[in-house]
């Protein structure tokens, strides 16, 4: 029953996050998206295809829109960039709940709570709703502070702790 809960948490983030973002005509505030997208678009040529404070971002955009074409998809890499960051925004809120629950130890009520007013808050929804690297960032950075305080240290989780802190910088500082 928790799966399937856990499962209906991580699907329906993600399907409003994917859902508004469609839907955005006004993009103003998003000229880094854009600017984001044309890295991936122009590889490695780009300036700023290594930026030192996403150093791994462009490229890893890179190789999902490139997996993305090889399936057969013929657009452009903004709309990926999306997707990658509604699927973010709801991984986010998954272990944002997980560590509210089992870290904090707040009942599932509580913890549903919590997560709601995170994931409507303007600015966690603007960027789940934008081809932005802030909450690809953030989800590393959640995952890695729930395998760092994991009460059982064995060194798996340590390792995972620090495996995912790593990610979190090199896509975001």
């Not at 005509?25 to 700023?48: K, L, P, S």
């Not at 490139?66 to 809120?93: E, I, K």
């Not at 994931?119 to 934008?130: D, T």
């Amino acid at each position: 029953m928790k799966r399937l809960f856990y499962i209906l948490l991580f699907a329906s983030a993600f399907l409003f996050y994917w859902g508004t973002a469609r839907f955005i005509e006004n993009r103003t505030e998003a000229e880094d998206a854009f600017e984001y997208a044309m890295m991936v678009e122009q590889g490695a040529g780009h300036i700023w295809f290594y930026h030192p404070h996403h150093l791994l971002y462009a490229s890893s955009m890179k190789c999902v829109y490139s997996t993305f074409q090889s399936l057969g998809y013929s657009g452009r890499p903004f709309d990926v960039m999306m997707l990658v960051s509604a699927l973010s925004a709801a991984g986010s809120l998954f272990f944002f709940f997980l560590f509210c629950y089992r870290r904090f130890s707040l009942r599932p009520v509580s913890s549903l709570i919590a997560t709601g007013f995170l994931g409507v808050s303007y600015g966690f929804w603007r960027y789940a709703a934008e081809a932005e690297v802030v909450l690809l960032g953030a989800f590393f950075g959640l995952v890695s502070l729930y395998f760092g305080t994991d009460p059982d240290t064995k060194k798996r989780k340590v390792a995972l702790g620090i495996l995912f802190s790593v990610l979190a910088v090199l896509l975001h500082v």
